[in-house]
């Protein structure tokens, strides 16, 4: 088989260089001559544990091309991915899907034979309608389908999301497309990878669901965690013993300062403004992102409420990790991008570190440069700080040498925001020790 992927950013990429794994022919498009001239020599524009290693292997295999000119890269191609993003329009919150569109105007150009066209970018209710609308008035006569395949990439861990996944969802209308769909994903269905075919409609509505109610269930244990501070619970035992519940699950039930990344905060708003579009408001999913907003925005309180009192210069504070979540250097939406300037708006000067994500925190937060020193290593951003915050679970963060890390600290403040120590330990050595909904014995 030989397909097409339009765009090469984290989902083109990853998706695009897993289908050849497969042992599809695979050509990834992308305008930015110089991101393609860079993949070809298997430099890759993002950090994602593996990627790097399969790039180079399938493009020395022959089966990974990467080119920027598209009517060249489609030709004789069974199907084209359109995996260009999706972002949140500043004025209204719904997803901007201009860049979807403009790619639909430029196959309908170029494209001479059947193919089916496939929406892998996240996209509301009725994009592939409108995908097929586009292509069938440019080219009338033309033979093809429209189909939806959202994926269910994790940042961190997507190759083995994608060539182990819980499911495939595929929406489609017709039997040939289905037919090339079902193939194209054989070796998945050999796995025995549960494989659905449903309505494009219903397909589009699966990915929005499933986002919405995970970062449904991260707002509720966050709005939990708060609650066991107030009375005296502890979280951590509350997310074990709701999690056992077969119903309930234990996967995101852990506190932190909110969710952020590429695709939560973008796709429940989406939702949302989709669904009172339609009057039919979710107003769950409108607390949910209500609730996190307020919760990247003031967790920087927490920070500055057991800061050294007795100070009258400025608080030195480090902080271990910048990007939304661990094993990626992405910071689209991180609760970074709320604390950092908050913290700085009040008096405090930072020392910062992340394992993957300094070169583009360096580029977000370049106005705040003279508020900020860029540390090679933890110990580095520690030493000789008022107090240490940890914002991102890095495995590096996870092993510290505490007995070290309490000599450098000029005050011995640790604030966890994401439960990775336990309380006693910390106590027992001598930290003042700060986390999220668990009280010291």
Partial sequence: MKITIVGTGYVGLVSGTCFAEFGV??????????????LKKGIIPIFEPGLDELVKKNISSKRLFFETNLKKSIDGSDAIFIAVGTPSRETDGHA?????YEVAEEIAECLGHYSVIVNKSTVPIGTGKKVHEIIKNKKPKLDFDVASNPEFLREGSAINDFMRPDRVVIGCESNKAKAILKELYRP?????????????????????A??????????????????????????SDVSIG??????????????GPGYGGSCFPKDTLALVKTAQDNCSPLNLVEHVVKSNKNRKKNMYKRILKVLPSNKKSKNVISILGLTFKPNTDDMRDSPSLDMIPELIKNNCE???FDPEGMHEAKRIFKKYSKNIRWCKDS??????VDALVILTEWNQFRALDLVKLKKILKYPIVIDLRNIYEPNELKQLGFNYYSLGRNID
């Fill in 96 to 100: 901007d899907l201009s860049y979807v």
């Fill in 242 to 255: 709701i999690g056992l519940d077969g119903r309930i699950g234990k996967k995101f039930l852990h506190p």
């Fill in 188 to 208: 998945l269905y050999l796995l025995e990878t549960p494989i659905i075919f449903t309505r494009r409609e219903t397909a589009e509505l699966i990915k929005y």
């Fill in 350 to 352: 930072l020392r910062l």
């Fill in 379 to 384: 110990y580095d951003a520690c030493n000789g």
């Fill in 210 to 235: 499933a986002n919405s109610f995970l970062a449904t269930k991260i707002t509720f244990i966050n709005e939990i965690s708060d609650l066991c501070e107030k009375v005296g619970a502890n979280v």
């Fill in 25 to 38: 022919n695979v050509t990834c498009v992308d305008k930015d001559k110089n991101k393609i001239d860079n």
